[in-house]
Each structure stands twice: as C-alpha cells, then as structure tokens.
Nanobody
Framework: QVQLVESGGGLVQPGGSLRLSCVVSGSIFSINAMGWHRQAPGKQRELVAVITTGATTNYADSVKGRFTISRDNAKNTVYLQMNSLKPEDTAVYYC??????????????????WGQGTLVTVSS
C-alpha cells in the first residue's frame, strides 16, 4: 500500500501565493517522477507540473513562470509553489507518483498512485 497525503490548498486572492505539499509513504521501492495535476469544474484533469528523480521539470504553458515544482527525495515529498495566482487556477489539485512498489508476495510492481486532492480557490 502506498499513500499520498496532500496539503496546502485553500482560498487566496488573485495575485496571491500558495504552496502545496504531497507526502508519499508506504511500500515504495522507487520513484521515477512526481507531479501535480488539476481538475477545474466541468473540465478534464490536466497536467500542471512534473519533476523526475533527476530534477528534470516540465510545466503546463499556462503556469510557466508562475509555478515551481520541487521535491525532497529523502522525504518522498513533492511541493508546488504557486505565485501570481489567477481565478482560472481554481481547481482541485492532485498529486501523482510514478515508480515501483513492493507487493505482498515480495514482488516489485508498477506504481501509479494519486492523492485525494486539495482544493485551490482563487477569488476576491
């Protein structure tokens, strides 16, 4: 079992900042990439940012220059610093981890897990 616990969402005014955190725990064998996705009301879930173990990052065009993803490999934690927030950033933000996990029979299985989501609301 692998658990992802997100925190840091909330209500913020346009132009404000928030920092999301996601802690991954459980039977992790290795992590290749950690990322954040978001889903606004009535829209499909979309990639916001992703970071690999080697610290390579990729961002959605809509957040480049405003959001920064980082990770602490020792703590299996990924962060999303969000600055200059806009009303269109309002969404539920989900943490995702890809890698491998230990199975009950001692096997190593593919890991692609999601957190429960944290709501970010940008409004005046």
């Amino acid at each position: 079992q692998v658990q992802l616990v997100e925190s840091g969402g909330g209500l913020v005014q346009p132009g404000g900042s928030l920092r999301l955190s996601c802690v991954v725990s459980g039977s992790i064998f290795s992590i290749n990439a950690m990322g954040w996705h978001r889903q606004a009301p009535g829209k499909q879930r979309e990639l916001v940012a992703v970071i690999t173990t080697g610290a390579t990052t990729n961002y959605a065009d809509s957040v480049k220059g405003r959001f920064t993803i980082s990770r602490d490999n020792a703590k299996n934690t990924v962060y999303l610093q969000m600055n200059s927030l806009k009303p269109e950033d309002t969404a539920v933000y989900y943490c995702n981890v890809k890698g491998s996990a230990r199975g009950q029979a001692g096997t190593i299985n593919k890991l692609d897990a999601w957190g429960q989501g944290t709501l970010v609301t940008v409004s005046s």
